[in-house]
């Protein structure tokens, strides 16, 4: 099946700086990567599309130069909470669309538990 | 707007059958899926309804009905490990998921 895996799974943070995110497709070509937050008790929410070669499109409310977005390739995208603070303590899940499969597939990354002290 | 309806909450028995309702309103609809995911990690797929009716798999079952916007899941022969949340998500006619707030489902011995 469809694999993606996420980089690193935990990551504790100060205040200030900056934490990448990678998450992976590794048996398949992603054309779409998703990033998702998700707070305690609360559903998932979007906060941005991203398609291998071009810029993410955002989510309203979502500001784009402090959670930065690379899809430089088929198989890998990156998110970068930038300036980090407490209040982006979160859990952020990646997931990839298939290039070769229906569009309604969709598969989701481990997450990543950040924390910001 | 978009919106996806679910209980927030429900117990069960342990052994028993449990019917978790979802009710959605969407711009376009390619599809509905229910995920279960366990406190601290990511949802894992259990099912995809496209077109009317039941879908079988295993313990697990899922129904949807488009004319009325409805969808249940339903979860037999419960067990502990089943004791976890269950979120609907309907994919709208952009592609895009939109998800439920989820149901915590509690399974007592």
């Known amino acids: 099946g469809a694999v993606v895996s996420q980089h690193p799974s935990r990551v504790i943070c100060k205040s200030g700086t900056s934490v990448k995110i990678e998450c992976r497709s590794l048996?398949?070509?992603?054309?779409?990567m998703f990033w998702y937050r998700q707070f305690p008790k609360k559903s998932l929410m979007l906060m941005a599309t991203s398609n291998e070669g071009s810029k993410a499109t955002y989510e309203q409310g979502v500001e784009k130069d402090k959670f930065l977005i690379n899809h430089a390739s088929l198989t890998l995208s990156t998110l970068t909470v930038t300036s980090a603070h407490p209040e982006d303590s979160s859990f952020y899940i990646c997931?990839?669309?298939?290039?070769?499969?229906?569009?309604?597939?969709?598969?989701f990354g481990p997450g990543t538990r950040l924390t910001v002290t | 707007g978009q919106n996806i309806d679910q209980p927030t909450e429900m117990t069960a028995t342990e052994g028993a059958i449990v019917q978790i309702n979802c009710t959605y309103q969407t711009s376009g609809f390619n599809g509905l899926f229910w995920y279960q995911q366990h406190a601290g990690e990511a949802p894992t797929f259990l099912s995809y309804n496209v077109l009317d009716g039941l879908e079988e798999k295993g313990r697990f079952s899922s129904f949807l009905s488009r004319s009325k916007g409805y969808s249940y899941l339903l979860l037999k022969e419960l067990q502990m490990k089943d004791s976890a949340s269950y979120l609907c998500?309907?994919?709208?006619?952009?592609?895009?998921?939109?998800w439920g707030a989820g149901t915590k489902l509690i399974i007592k011995p």
């Open positions: 997931s990839a669309r298939s290039l070769a499969g229906a569009r309604n597939e969709q598969y």
């Open positions: 048996d398949f070509q992603a054309t779409t």
């Open positions: 998500a309907v994919m709208d006619s952009n592609y895009q998921l939109i």
